[in-house]
Antibody
Framework: QVQLVQSRAEGKKPGSSVKVSCQAS????????FSWVRQAPGQGLEWMGG????????NYAQKFQGRVTITADEITSSVYLEVGSLKSDDSAVYYC???????????????????WGQGTTVTVSS | SYELTQPPSMSVSPGQTARITCSGDALPKQFVHWYQQKPGQAPVMVIYKDIERPSGIPDRISGSSAGTTVTLTINGVQAEDEADYFC???????????FGGGTRLTVL
């Protein structure tokens, strides 16, 4: 059974950074990708970026370029999201999600985010 | 930046059919996936690749696609279907993903 377990809630000061972890079990890291998605209180889902560990391919939403870093550790089957220069409007629930894909030539064709972590609440406040 | 457009809300009576649309210029080239989210819970994928249903999702939930609009259809709506529904796709390159704004489905 595939499961994603995320790190616990964090409280941070403005200007600091946070690193959220997501450990996968029952997943073959060689043929999956992972996305990070956040949800501010009362708002919709926002894609932040994604990684395909086996190809070391990482894409970031334009809004987060330069402020967000996504990494993966195949040994521990974990993916990480680090957000720097935190502001109050970064307060949100952060989710990791697994995506299967097929390769069409060199391009991945994703099958959607079929397994989600439980979410990590990050609160940014002075 | 690329956007997907959904109606913000919809209300249906039990037993009726709910149709939630999602529009975007790149949809003829990119698959759409749909997620259901109930309060305080992580999203759950209910349709992937426009029309495919994951195991465990009831067959009264279906997806369809026509040009720049895709539709999530829930036949015989039940109280348990009350939730937020989000479509998700990618830009024309396929590398950058995007969610629609979400549709709150209320079962009267």
């Amino acid at each position: 059974q595939v499961q994603l377990v995320q790190s616990r809630a964090e409280g941070k000061k403005p200007g600091s950074s946070v690193k959220v972890s997501c450990q996968a079990s029952g997943v073959n890291f060689k043929n999956v990708g992972f996305s990070w998605v956040r949800q501010a209180p009362g708002q919709g889902l926002e894609w932040m970026g994604g990684i395909i560990p086996v190809f070391r391919t990482i894409n970031y939403a334009q809004k987060f370029q330069g402020r967000v870093t996504i990494t993966a550790d195949e040994i521990t089957s974990s993916v990480y999201l680090e957000v720097g220069s935190l502001k109050s409007d970064d307060s949100a629930v952060y989710y990791c999600a697994k995506e299967d894909f097929d390769l069409i030539g060199t391009q991945p064709l994703y099958h959607g985010m079929d397994v989600w972590g439980q979410g990590t609440t990050v609160t940014v406040s002075s | 930046s690329y956007e997907l457009t959904q109606p913000p809300s919809m209300s249906v009576s039990p037993g009726q059919t709910a149709r939630i649309t999602c529009s975007g210029d790149a949809l003829p080239k990119q698959f759409v996936h749909w997620y259901q989210q109930k309060p305080g819970q992580a999203p759950v994928m209910v349709i992937y690749k426009d029309i495919e249903r994951p195991s465990g999702i009831p067959d009264r939930i279906s997806g369809s696609s026509a040009g720049t609009t895709v539709t999530l259809t829930i036949n015989g709506v039940q109280a348990e279907d009350e939730a937020d529904y989000f479509c998700q796709s990618a830009d024309s390159s396929g590398s950058y993903k995007v969610f629609g704004g979400g549709t709150r489905l209320t079962v009267l």
